[in-house]
């Protein structure tokens, strides 16, 4: 069983910043990748980045990659995901997950073993 609790979410302005955590608990954490994903309004949840545990290794969604990080710190049990030019289309429900790290690349949102409840993300134009 592996626990996740999201916070971090809010209302920022169109390029702005914002970071995102989940404290990350429960056993065997070194089978997983933690992830992000995300659901806007309509749509299906998509991949956001991944961090590998143990190693640190890291995956983004390509569209993302450069304004998104993701990182872990192992001994907060955390891991965060900075958002930098923040734009309106990035407006979701973000979500952390743990994803069976030999699953993947790539990261599909039906491999994701356990989920956090989500936080808000709401970007103004």
């Known amino acids: 069983q592996v626990q996740l609790v999201e916070s971090g979410g809010g209302v920022v302005q169109g390029g702005g910043s914002l970071t995102l955590s989940c404290v990350v608990s429960g056993e065997r954490l070194s089978m997983y990748a933690m992830s992000w994903f995300r659901q806007a309004p309509g749509k299906e949840r998509e991949f956001v980045a991944a961090i590998a545990w143990i190693s640190g290794s890291t995956y983004y969604e390509e569209s993302m990659k450069g304004r998104f990080i993701i990182s872990r710190d192992r001994t907060k049990s955390t891991v965060s995901l900075r958002m930098n030019t923040l734009k309106p289309e990035d407006t979701a429900v973000y979500y952390c997950?743990?994803?069976?790290?030999?699953?993947?690349?790539?990261?599909?949102?039906?491999?994701?073993?356990?989920w956090g409840q989500g936080t808000q993300v709401t970007v103004s134009s």
């Open positions: 997950a743990a994803v069976p790290q030999w699953l993947g690349p790539p990261f599909p949102a039906s491999i994701a073993a356990y």
